[in-house]
């Protein structure tokens, strides 16, 4: 009956605000999803039944159930339900065109991101000309921008170029996301630009089987890279505050072992592969990491007062 329908969806979210009862909460709502997928009108079914909780779940103020949704039932729901997206994204974007408060209209806006960052992860689709991209982008909420970063940085391909608009939008958010004080956030975000640039590397290798034909292609990904390491760089110099100086030392990092092949590294998870030198070689002067000026820049980092910037100074300097 739909009385213990909306108990047992009540009790799957109650589960979601507990981690070791999260996986149990997700194998029984999926077992639904698999009655449902087979059937023609799968997704108008799962719509009636399911996305009151799905919203509930991904808007909640308890902080534990919006992680355990976007983690768990998001995933699910997309791999078992053709258009769920589009049913998820249509209600959000409506809701947000209602008069509501600042703080409904983040956690609706925090749905919307969580939504396109798993529909790219999963098919490589997306549309990052969404106003509401760059909304997520500018957010005052740590985590929704956190998500919005993510969204751009993270999809289907490993190997897929560097667009232009994927290129736009990071140098323009950025800048202000390196000073982030929160370590989580700090963590994810160095995460998300290894992973771009992972993709940025590989697909330039690629790109470089015709380098007259893929020039604009390349120009973008190497551009970019100039660009991140130039802006690394400049939050080194004196008077910068120490969470600049943390954040671009922390992606400076983040640069040098993805592109940067070191011939019998031992290190096995994230070896840069030799086909990057064609890269770096590709690249010239646009990637000389190591001028005169920048090392000078590194070896201040030695004089820092804050140990954790003197340290990780001293790891480029061996």
């Not at 098919?123 to 998500?147: F, M, N, Q």
Request: glycine share 4%; hydrophobic share 35%; charged share 20%.
């Amino acid at each position: 009956s739909m009385c213990e329908m909306g108990e047992i969806q009540c009790q799957l979210l109650k589960c979601l605000t507990t981690n070791h009862l999260s996986s149990c909460s997700t194998a029984l709502y999926k077992s639904f999803l698999e009655k449902l997928s087979g059937q023609d009108n799968s997704v108008e079914q799962w719509e009636g039944m399911w996305l009151s909780s799905m919203i509930e779940g991904l808007t909640s103020n308890d902080s534990l159930l919006r992680y355990n949704t976007s983690l768990h039932w998001i995933p699910v729901t997309l791999k078992l339900v053709a258009q769920a997206a589009e049913v998820i994204q249509s209600y959000l974007v409506s809701e947000m065109d209602s008069p509501i408060t600042p703080t409904r209209r983040t956690r609706l806006l925090h749905a919307w991101v969580i939504v396109a960052k798993n529909v790219r992860i999963l098919t490589g689709k997306s549309d990052l000309s969404s106003p509401l991209i760059r909304e997520s982008l500018y957010s005052a909420d740590e985590d929704v921008r956190s998500d919005a970063i993510s969204t751009i940085c993270n999809t289907l391909k490993k190997a897929e170029s560097l667009s232009e608009v994927e290129s736009g939008l990071l140098k323009d958010c950025l800048p202000s996301n390196i000073k982030v004080d929160s370590a989580p956030f700090r963590q994810h975000l160095g995460s998300d630009i290894r992973k771009l640039l992972v993709r940025l590397r590989d697909s330039c290798v690629t790109l470089l089987k015709n380098p007259e034909q893929n020039q604009t292609c390349l120009d973008c990904a190497i551009n970019f890279v100039d660009w991140l390491h130039r802006l690394c760089i400049s939050g080194l110099l004196p008077g910068a505050c120490y969470q600049r100086r943390k954040g671009s030392l922390d992606l400076l990092h983040v640069v040098y072992e993805t592109l940067i092949h070191v011939p019998d590294s031992r290190q096995r998870k994230g070896f840069v592969p030799e086909t990057a030198l064609k890269v770096v070689e590709h690249a010239g002067p646009r990637w000389d990491f190591f001028t005169s000026a920048n090392t000078r820049t590194l070896l201040t980092c030695l004089l820092d007062g804050a140990e954790e910037v003197s340290m990780k100074g001293q790891s480029y300097c061996h």
